[in-house]
């Protein structure tokens, strides 16, 4: 990572943690405990070769950079309005590669510790995929998106995917569904939204974004009163598709293939409420057949629509 990469705001952070003499190894490892990936370190050393030479060694920590509205640069120091009751489920720790979760068991793929992203095979059944899949079809309508300065659910070419949901319980197999995630992520069923079904066909893509709501933005203060914070999102694949449609992590350089059955988890709230900008992702545009996802988002406190 070169450091005329960086954001102008985070370069400036950097050479007055230089100048201030602060030894690298601490502002290395504060901006790795950020968010940041390791490759980090290597433009804080440019930086220290330009500015730092002869410069006293300090162990204490740089402050943090100043909050500003953009999240492009105060990524990830921004902290969200959240309940004491976060809990431990905002990361995952894989300790094994697999996972009895009674009714099945579930491999786990790869894990990345910042962000916080793991791929989980198996998660759904071939015919529990079917079936979300053909009780989705008669309902599907343009997915929309929330409007963060109005507060209104809006269509918009960022999002090109139909879409449909489940309550709790509405059918033995959402139920069962909804039970293995509560065991797979120790999440109460109760602190998750609705499972959200969506289909792309042929040109369908969902452009780069966060999946948490920016506090500071007016319109987003109706979602934000319906159960607090999103902190997680499980993204799980009902089809394999011929061609297209990864998800994709733009800043960390990762993509997700489709796979029918398997599953991708990823958080971006700590429990202290900071949000993580390394999480912006996003859906690639289906080239060739349709992609079929479900998607359960996981809030800080117990989900209660239309509170206000």
């Given at each position: 990572?070169?450091?005329?990469?960086?954001?102008?705001?985070?370069?400036?952070?950097?050479?007055?943690?230089?100048?201030?003499?602060?030894h690298?190894?601490?502002?290395?490892?504060?901006?790795?405990?950020?968010?940041?990936?390791?490759?980090?370190?290597?433009?804080?050393?440019?930086?220290?070769?330009?500015?730092?030479?002869?410069?006293?060694?300090?162990?204490?920590?740089?402050?943090?950079?100043?909050?500003?509205?953009?999240p492009?640069?105060?990524?990830?120091?921004?902290?969200?309005?959240?309940?004491?009751?976060?809990?431990?489920?905002?990361?995952?720790?894989?300790?094994?590669?697999?996972?009895?979760?009674?009714?099945?068991?579930?491999?786990?793929?790869?894990?990345?510790k910042?962000?916080?992203?793991?791929?989980?095979a198996?998660?759904?059944?071939?015919?529990?995929?079917?079936?979300?899949?053909?009780?989705?079809?008669?309902?599907?309508?343009?997915?929309?998106?929330?409007?963060?300065?109005?507060?209104?659910?809006?269509?918009?070419?960022?999002?090109?995917?139909?879409?449909?949901?489940?309550?709790?319980?509405?059918?033995?197999?959402?139920?069962?569904?909804?039970?293995?995630?509560?065991?797979?992520?120790?999440?109460?069923?109760?602190?998750?939204?609705?499972?959200?079904?969506?289909?792309y066909?042929?040109?369908?893509?969902?452009?780069?974004?966060?999946?948490?709501?920016?506090?500071?933005?007016?319109?987003?203060?109706?979602?934000?009163?319906?159960?607090g914070?999103?902190?997680?999102?499980?993204?799980?694949?009902?089809?394999?598709?011929?061609?297209?449609?990864?998800?994709?992590?733009?800043?960390?350089?990762?993509d997700?293939?489709?796979?029918?059955?398997?599953?991708?988890?990823?958080?971006?709230?700590?429990?202290?409420?900071?949000?993580?900008?390394?999480?912006?992702?996003?859906?690639?545009?289906?080239?060739?057949?349709?992609?079929?996802?479900?998607?359960?988002?996981?809030?800080?406190?117990?989900?209660?629509?239309?509170?206000?």
């Open positions: 990572m070169e450091f005329a990469e960086l954001q102008p705001e985070l370069q400036q952070w950097i050479r007055d943690a230089v100048k201030s003499g602060h690298l190894s601490v502002m290395v490892d504060a901006l790795l405990k950020a968010g940041y990936q390791p490759g980090i370190s290597q433009a804080v050393e440019q930086c220290i070769l330009d500015h730092g030479i002869g410069r006293r060694d300090t162990g204490t920590a740089p402050a943090r950079p100043a909050h500003t509205q953009s492009e640069t105060s990524a990830p120091w921004i902290v969200a309005q959240t309940s004491e009751r976060n809990g431990r489920f905002h990361r995952f720790a894989a300790d094994g590669n697999q996972i009895d979760l009674g009714d099945r068991l579930v491999d786990v793929r790869f894990a990345m910042r962000p916080n992203i793991v791929l989980f198996n998660l759904l059944s071939d015919s529990e995929c079917d079936a979300l899949v053909a009780m989705s079809k008669p309902n599907l309508k343009p997915s929309r998106v929330v409007n963060s300065e109005r507060g209104s659910f809006d269509l918009r070419d960022t999002r090109t995917s139909s879409g449909t949901h489940f309550a709790r319980g509405e059918t033995p197999v959402i139920t069962a569904i909804e039970a293995r995630i509560s065991r797979l992520l120790d999440v109460p069923e109760e602190r998750g939204e609705p499972l959200q079904i969506l289909n066909q042929v040109g369908g893509e969902y452009r780069p974004h966060y999946d948490f709501f920016n506090p500071e933005k007016p319109g987003n203060h109706g979602v934000l009163c319906s159960g914070q999103r902190v997680g999102t499980l993204i799980m694949y009902l089809n394999d598709v011929s061609s297209g449609g990864a998800t994709v992590f733009p800043r960390v350089g990762l997700i293939l489709p796979q029918k059955g398997a599953a991708l988890f990823f958080s971006y709230t700590s429990d202290s409420g900071e949000l993580d900008y390394q999480t912006l992702h996003g859906g690639s545009p289906v080239l060739a057949g349709e992609k079929w996802i479900a998607t359960k988002w996981l809030r800080t406190q117990d989900y209660a629509p239309g509170v206000s």
